[in-house]
């Protein structure tokens, strides 16, 4: 018996990883999701030893897949079949086929490089039974995660399904996996059309008159609030305060703190900053470039959170009539 039978897909990586070296191992993280490099974490982490010769088996593998994957892009199918069964035979070479066309195509394939909150809303619409096909197709700590966000009234019903799932047809499972492939490589590449959403009412609303705008989100705040909050936050982003005044901008600065302004300008166009900076002190000016120098690397989630909170800052000053927001293109001349 082979000194790889007994390892799953995920040890095999694992031991792909531990053979490549730390150096090359992570510069290969660099291209994966959290996700995906939390599974290897975890798998290697869980292997106790492994062998010299599960080793070279794994990398022997891994050689024979990318060689694979190189015929198939070469000639195609049958150019890789052709020249994969002079080397390996045919029943290898089938393996290898079968692999690279189900890693590069596969539905299911595709679906373990999501996350999990991206996974349950593309799946929740789908009849229960769909639902539990796919989540038996994932591993159990990301099939997890699509349960905990999938609607309660579900939640139960797919574990149901998974628990009592027995044979089941492969076209049937052929079929829901090439549907699912279908429409990843769909949103994957593109080629989905955003025809609607809370972005395209912000630049409706952008383009209409200050009382349209009050009435419309008035009307949205009674049915979905965070809708209307989500339009709001997009009708007015934090690089349009450069539109405003210089009084505006700084009314508005007297009430951000400072580091959180230089967190904010971290993520701001030049134009921007180079506003902010001509409206304070040469001291304070020199303050935040130095604490955006200082303050290091900043998570993007963390930049934008700050922007945001300075834009509502901007909305609340706009309600107390002390500034005046300029939305869409304007031809208005001030004298």
């Given at each position: ?7 799953t897909?995920?040890?095999k ?12 191992t ?23 030893t ?18 694979a ?38 539905g ?39 349960l ?12 149901y ?43 409706i ?38 539109r405003?005044?210089d ?20 993520g ?32 993007l ?35």
């Open positions: 018996m082979a000194a790889t039978d007994d390892l897909p995920r040890q990586v694992a031991v792909l990883m531990i053979s490549l070296g730390q150096d090359t992570a510069e290969i993280l660099k291209y994966l999701n959290d996700y995906e490099i939390e599974d290897i974490a975890q798998t290697i982490a869980e292997l106790k492994v062998t010299t010769e599960q080793e070279d088996e794994v990398l022997e593998e891994f050689e024979q897949l990318l060689m994957g190189k015929y198939v892009s070469m000639g195609g199918i049958d150019f890789a079949r052709g020249a994969l069964e002079k080397a390996l035979g045919p029943r290898r070479a089938q393996q290898m086929l079968d692999r690279v066309t189900a890693t590069t195509s596969g299911f394939y595709l679906l373990r490089n999501i996350a999990p909150n991206q996974i349950a809303p593309f799946i929740s619409k789908e009849h229960p039974q769909t639902i539990a096909l796919i989540l038996a197709q994932l591993e159990p700590s990301q099939a997890a995660g699509v905990n966000i999938l609607p309660e009234e579900l939640q139960s019903e797919v574990a399904r998974v628990a009592t799932i027995e044979n089941i047809s492969p076209q049937v499972l052929r079929e829901i996996e090439q549907s699912l492939a279908a429409e990843l490589q769909a949103i994957i590449t593109g080629q989905v059309t955003e025809i609607g959403g809370p972005k395209k009412v912000a630049e609303l952008n383009m209409t008159g200050r009382s349209t705008e009050k009435a419309v989100l008035e009307k949205l705040d009674s049915q979905d609030p965070e809708i209307a909050e989500e339009i709001r936050n997009m009708m007015f982003t934090f690089d349009d305060i450069a405003l005044t009084r505006e901008i700084q009314l508005i600065l007297r009430e951000v703190d400072t580091k959180d302004l230089a967190t904010a300008l971290k701001a166009q030049p134009e921007m900053q180079d506003r902010i900076f001509s409206n304070v002190s040469e001291r304070v000016s020199t303050m935040i470039k130095e604490e955006m120098e200082f303050s290091g690397p900043v998570r989630s963390d930049v934008e959170e700050v922007q945001l909170r300075i834009v509502q800052t901007v909305r609340q000053l706009e309600e107390a009539g002390q500034i005046t927001v300029v939305r869409g293109e304007t031809q208005d001349v001030f004298v």
